[in-house]
Nanobody, 122 residues
């Protein structure tokens, strides 16, 4: 019933920008928290950001992306975005939008889509 579809990935040079989108169905972004995580070959999953809509709308960011990435949402279209600026090679990976357990940031993720690939060259 819950279905996420990520898009917007691509290949950019260091310092470039990308804006990822994630369309959701069966999951209200007006009431529920939503996050992004990434996975790179040979590396463990890394939390990127989580939007705490259920509390106050504030966003959480991983230390490696703080100040460079911005998460936002459009409740009318049930779409969550991830604006990525000043990209670095270490940002390379596949990005997924995901629903946390209990629909609240801070819990492990239970649902996500197929992801979208981001490649940053030096």
């Amino acid at each position: 019933q819950v279905h996420f579809v990520e898009s917007g990935g691509g290949s950019v040079h260091s310092g470039g920008s990308l804006k990822l989108s994630c369309t959701t169905s069966g999951y209200s972004l007006d009431r529920n928290d939503i996050g992004w995580f990434r996975q790179a070959p040979g590396k463990e999953r890394e939390d990127v950001s989580c939007l705490r809509t259920s509390i106050n709308g504030n966003a959480l960011y991983g230390v490696s992306v703080e100040g460079r990435f911005t998460i936002s949402r459009d409740g009318s279209t049930n779409t969550v975005f991830l604006q990525m600026d000043n990209l670095k090679p270490e940002d390379t990976g596949r990005y997924y939008c995901a629903a946390p357990r209990w629909k609240r940031c801070g819990y492990f993720y239970e649902k996500w889509g197929q992801g979208t690939q981001v490649t940053v060259s030096a």
